[in-house]
């Protein structure tokens, strides 16, 4: 047994032991040290470097590491094997991508805004957020000789009268507790109740004087990212926002490594504890306590993820998604509840699952088309969401179609050296002077906060400000020369956005050619399907009407130079709408309103699906899309520096 | 810590431990021995007696042991203090009440015969057992990239198409093992499904060639005695029948006991334990070895007990049900299954548990009613259940009376020194010589079985005949001398039925004043009852068309004695059936019929409840019950020795 010492940029440390030649990333994973191996091990990222304080680590020298970083102790921890006691640091930027929780500031929120105007316009296409639970006061007469119903046949004619209803419910958790409750509060108890048509369901009896909020959360589960929101079910309020990394991203960064450590012995319950244990029920403490309430006061939850993640989620097996032919098992499912799944609210507490409509195409998309509103209008709209993969829906009200498109994680900081998800010390947006190749940067956090990476919505400017600079040329290579390029002694350029003097971190902000090259792949991927779902349709780009972005890429995505680089179609900027998570929102209305969550299951069910793969022209289109802006230049005539 | 010692009369030997001053009785159930104590430990019954062998006790003589016995080491448990290493013997009487477990041997097996004959009496009433679980071998096309239906979609489809239903359900639970399931038998399985009307919801999925058993079990829970059957659901057929004492018992033999133990810190727990853990679970995992099937066959299950053995049953809080103004919880019990209560068969086998009517006339009334098929006759029928109490129901086809009365655990053995369950060992009948006094004894179990103790037949036999050859008197007082009469120091005389040489006992069988009267103060219960009953509706016992009479009291009852000792009303004898456990059979009919279930819920709903306590004529008419036969011989004109 050997001592593995983990010390972070801030100076605190983590202690773990392991075995004579036990892998330093395991161990790692074991101590909940977060160090991101988007590849999940297989030395083909880089991103899992970590630097050799003292002791010793056998690993072999890596493509990703140079002579001179090696010998400065860098290694990548997925090759380290602990053969003495060691003492490693963890750079920020290691962790960057799962990064700690974070409880929004309501008032500061946008994306409270965002909720607000994706509610209006849901209320607009007639969705009505009547929500069904209630508080009832119900008072009893106490059973004497003279009266000796039952308790359940008291409590049952008392919700009856109180809300005047002929079918009333009453589960058997609630009954369990009946006798207790009632004779302690002597009849007089406040209800938590449901309302369907004509029928009232009994969740829960509390005391008559408790001040009794009932509470609902949305969420939605990003293969990267979870976003929760606490509601108060009754003023339809939003209590709190929060964000927090997947738990399961120490299990690799997409879905397709998350499977495979899935089918491992074991591995369903480590995936799914690692969702529910590690994320969400600390969310949902956390959330609690910013809105001072119980956790057991949330009565329903309403989840929007990918067809994998919900998967993992409930503990069903994933794997026939990962091999072909593709197959989930479930696209919709119905009567789940908190306790099946060990989820610390209420446990009895009905869980709303947006419904998935194909291995790759989930529940996070119908949710997010649904909040789009684009099934309801006669105009032809593309809703693209930039998630871990991407995925596409075109239609309007009278169809819609989607796909989705392998475009990897880069739009959330994925597969890029300097990538991280837009949360504190990302530069979200830069502009480069064309004759210095000085660059202005935005970086999210207070004043004075120093870069840690860049998010996606910084590399798109990034690399759009390179291009238009003449600094890279078409396919992403570096062409000029000056004090922020550097070449490396196999040739390969790249730009340091942030000297390390300036920047929070121990290794300086740059993006080189294999990230270039990996986001040039990604938003290839993107415009390339939104050409093949087209003229699938026979539709051509100049007869999309509108354009909603969707996704954890960032808010300051400047649409301009997302056309610029070939990602989106040049169509008129003025078409483009960022519509924050669609997938939260999506959820938060599902949440709210059982015509959402039936309007969500009818979208589900009459939206088609294309499989790209299964479309000839998709890889010469995809080809031909990882330039920039693309092979074709003719198809951006509005662009001017191309 | 001092060692104990309990030594059986069968030589086998079980050790504990005790603390200083640690009571005895509390020492044996901690170390599930078996030793009864119907008062619960309060030095009331005296049943629960050992016999010091070495070692040393601190306890005091108590009025249920003699000078003799009390210098032959016999002390009763309840009242001893361990203060030294001590080993005592436990007689089999003092754990007869709860008997071992028993298979029965089906084919000799009186009971399937009273099985048989209330299914072709309620068939010959309307109702039909046409089971609604059904195996359907259920084969699909494996999915291609042409056909990527969710496995949900899949087995949903190739349902609706064996089944030619339109609506399929299939659960969460058979959801989560879909995926692996199907591809480990290629799309071909068989699966359990539950028909209704239009609608099959799919219980389980199985291998293909299993060869697959689709089990229920009924089961009556009586206060002392738990009794199964475990039938094959697709033929209906009884695989195994077997009963066992209700391990409830050590906390008393009564509710109103097993209630106070209840609301201790912990009781809840600890006797809903007492009767899943220690009683139900065994006796499944017995069944099921008999029948060679796994309990995980036993999809569904119907349960019979009185309103305190269902909520102990369910966990739910029965203290309303014991205290004024005696009010459980609930009368229909819905949506439960196995595993909300830690049954170990199918997980999700649904429970029928048949409703309770009130605080004193619960599931095995309501069952037992049904069974009796009073409800479906024009004439006017008593129907009569012996369990740890005494229950009556009163009507026909147009309506229905019942009422309780504390007849007491007497006709189980309960409150008789000598009293024991119908089974092995147990005097189920006698004649006495009125001559010479001595006795015939018919003895259950194989042949050269030796007694143990008498069952309430047996008593009901040994009380008749003492009076008939005038031994007893209508006070039950010895009047006569003889060899098997004894009087100790206080008067109480007594009856020697077996002298310990020729028992399987430590003890002589024999029967004294005190359990005389116990006897008494029961069958002046049932008699008293039956006459306020009809009273309240204005009707006389030569009204009675009909009377049956169930419960744990044994089939060899003799109906002529029960009468000639003021049990049963004096109406000609061929108007008594026996109808053996009728609470068992109802369960039995609910298991298999979905029309018994409905129809034991329509009786339960209409039949009146007649408190006896309420009656101002109770009590007077039970004072005069509690002799032989009766204060007013002139209500039993047919009896020719009174």
Redesign the interface.
């Known amino acids: 047994m050997y001592k593995v010492t983990f010390k972070f940029e801030d100076g605190s440390l983590v202690e773990a032991f392991a075995a004579e030649g036990e892998n330093l990333l395991e161990v790692a994973r074991k101590t909940n040290v977060a160090i991101d191996a988007p590849c999940s091990g297989n030395a083909a990222c880089g991103k899992c470097r970590v630097q050799l304080l003292s002791g010793e680590l056998e690993a072999e020298k890596t493509a990703h590491i140079t002579e001179e970083e090696y010998a400065q102790g860098w290694r990548l921890s997925c090759v380290s094997k602990v053969i003495a006691d060691v003492e490693v640091m963890v750079p920020d930027i290691a962790s960057a991508y799962k990064s700690r929780m974070k409880i929004a500031d309501l008032d500061s929120a946008k994306e409270v805004e965002i909720f607000e105007k994706t509610e209006s316009d849901l209320k607009a296409a007639g969705i009505s957020f009547e929500n069904d639970l209630e508080v009832v006061r119900v008072t009893m007469n106490p059973?004497?000789?003279d009266?000796?119903?039952?308790?359940?046949?008291r409590v049952t004619w008392a919700v009856k009268e109180v809300c005047q209803t002929e079918q009333v419910k009453i589960?058997?958790y609630v009954?369990?507790k009946?006798?207790?409750t009632l004779?302690t509060y002597n009849f007089d108890v406040q209800c938590v109740i449901r309302k369907g048509s004509g029928k009232v369901e009994v969740l829960d009896l509390c005391p008559p004087k408790e001040e009794l909020k009932v509470c609902g959360m949305a969420v939605d589960i990003g293969t990267t990212s979870v976003a929760a929101l606490l509601i108060d079910m009754i003023s339809g309020k939003i209590l709190a926002k929060a964000s927090t990394g997947n738990g399961q991203i120490r299990y690799g960064a997409d879905v397709i490594n998350r499977i495979i450590e899935s089918v491992k012995p074991g591995g369903r319950k480590k995936l799914q504890d690692a969702v529910i244990k590690e994320t969400l029920n600390p969310l949902v403490a956390q959330m609690c306590r910013a809105a001072k309430i119980r956790p057991q006061m949330i009565y329903r939850m309403a989840v929007a993820g990918n067809t994998t993640m919900n998967h993992l989620l409930?503990?069903?097996?994933a794997?026939?998604v990962r091999m072909?032919?593709?197959?989930?098992?479930?696209?919709?499912?119905e009567?789940?509840y908190a306790q099946?799944l060990g989820l610390s609210i209420y446990p009895h507490a009905r869980l709303i699952i947006a419904p998935?409509i194909?291995?790759y195409v989930g529940g996070d998309i119908t949710a997010g088309t649904f909040a789009s509103s684009i099934w309801n209008k006669s105009e032809m709209s593309l809703f693209i969401d930039l998630g871990t993969n991407g995925e596409l829906v075109f239609g309007n009200e009278e169809f819609m179609m989607s796909c989705a498109c392998s475009a990897g994680p880069a739009f959330e900081g994925g597969d890029i050296s300097c990538g991280m998800r837009a949360t504190d010390g990302a530069i979200e947006a830069c502009v480069i002077d064309k004759e210095t190749m000085e660059p202005a940067l935005s970086i999210i956090g207070d004043e004075g906060q120093k870069a840690v990476g860049v998010c996606g919505s910084g590399i798109i400017d990034l690399i759009s400000e390179l291009f238009r600079c003449g600094i890279i040329n078409p396919k992403g290579k570096f062409v000029r020369e000056g004090a922020r390029i550097r070449h490396d002694k196999y040739g390969m350029g790249s730009y340091v956005l942030v000297f390390k003097e300036d920047a929070a971190s121990v290794k300086d902000v740059e993006i080189n050619e294999v990230d270039i090259d990996n986001f040039m792949r990604a938003k290839g991927a993107i415009f390339s399907a939104v050409r093949v779902m087209l003229n699938s349709l026979d539709f051509t780009v100049d007869m999309i009407d509108n354009v909603y972005v969707a996704g954890g890429i960032g808010s300051g995505i400047n649409m301009e130079n997302a056309v610029n680089i070939g990602m989106f179609p040049d169509i008129p900027i003025e078409k483009f709408h960022y519509i924050g998570n669609s997938s939260l929102s999506g959820a938060y209305a599902m949440l709210l309103s059982g015509q959402a969550e039936k309007k969500v299951a009818e979208i589900s069910r009459n939206m088609t699906y294309l499989?790209l793969s299964?479309e000839p022209t998709y890889m010469d289109e995809f080809v031909a899309s990882c330039f920039l802006p693309h092979t074709d230049a003719t198809l951006f005539p509005s662009l001017t520096f191309k």
Do not use: H, Q, W
Not at 147 to 153: L, W
Not at 324 to 333: A, G, Q, S, V
């Open positions: 059973p004497s000789l009266d000796t119903m039952p308790d359940m046949e589960p058997f009954m369990k009946m006798a207790e004779r409930v503990g069903v097996d794997d026939p072909e032919p593709y197959i989930p098992t479930f696209f919709e499912l009567n789940i099946d998935n194909g291995s499989e299964n």
